[in-house]
T-cell receptor, first 118, second 116 residues
Framework: EAGVAQSPRYKIIEKRQSVAFWCNPI?????LYWYQQILGQGPKLLIQ????????DSQLPKDRFSAERLKGVDSTLKIQPAKLEDSAVYLC????????????????FGSGTRLTVV | GQQLNQSPQSMFIQEGEDVSMNCTSS?????WLWYKQDPGEGPVLLIA?????ELTSNGRLTAQFGITRKDSFLNISASIPSDVGIYFC????????????????FGKGTLLTVNP
């Protein structure tokens, strides 16, 4: 079974530039998550989709971050304009659904995109 | 919001030694999870715990769900070089905590280094 695909693996941009990350979840997974992992920290949930609808975006800095999952499959996370503090690994995860435990839902993380803002 | 305190922050051990790390929370969790993250990869689930007092093993790994539901620990016995990585605890809140959608809260991780 293919895992969660993310691209690019690495990105270096200057502050105030824009950047976009792409995620393709495991086939059949209705729920998709974007996490931000700052160096030395655990992952922090930014946004959660159920199919093409947003379930939780309470920790998404909406003045500069946006995300979409238009067809309920793959997703894009955008940062515009980027700040130095946005340097982090952006992890995508997917699961069969939500409202249950990760093992039962097949909750799986991708390898992430490492963003460096200079 | 909920916070998890994970300790120690890092450990440097010799191959063959046992390792213990723990996680405490200011609030109750319904589920405790332990993940491992290798460099350049996403976290991978090692063990899931579903009820207070539960003790679960996965090979050389053993984890326990604290009786108070506010803590958990992970033990690794007879460590080997491939155990190197960052170990994260994560908790899922109780179902009645404000419609939280079973959101995972992660600790800051324990960096484990194993010297061959």
């Amino acid at each position: 079974e293919a895992g969660v695909a993310q691209s690019p693996r690495y990105k270096i941009i200057e502050k105030r530039q824009s950047v976009a990350f792409w995620c393709n979840p495991i086939s059949g997974h209705a729920t998709l998550y974007w996490y931000q992992q700052i160096l030395g920290q655990g992952p922090k949930l930014l946004i959660q989709f159920q199919n093409n609808g947003v379930v939780d975006d309470s920790q998404l800095p909406k003045d500069r971050f946006s995300a979409e999952r238009l067809k309920g499959v793959d997703s894009t996370l955008k940062i515009q304009p980027a700040k130095l503090e946005d340097s982090a690994v952006y992890l995508c995860a997917s699961s069969l659904g939500y409202g249950g435990t990760p093992r039962i839902l097949g909750y799986t993380f991708g390898s992430g995109t490492r963003l460096t803002v200079v | 919001g909920q916070q998890l305190n994970q300790s120690p922050q890092s450990m440097f051990i010799q191959e063959g030694e046992d390792v213990s790390m723990n996680c405490t929370s200011s609030s109750i969790f319904n589920t405790w999870l332990w993940y491992k993250q290798d460099p350049g990869e996403g976290p991978v689930l090692l063990i899931a715990l579903y009820k207070a007092g539960e003790l679960t093993s996965n090979g050389r790994l053993t984890a326990q769900f604290g009786i108070t539901r506010k803590d958990s620990f992970l033990n690794i016995s007879a460590s080997i070089p491939s155990d190197v990585g960052i170990y994260f605890c994560a908790g899922q809140p109780t179902r009645n905590s404000g419609g939280s959608n079973y959101k995972l809260t992660f600790g800051k991780g324990t960096l484990l280094t194993v010297n061959p």
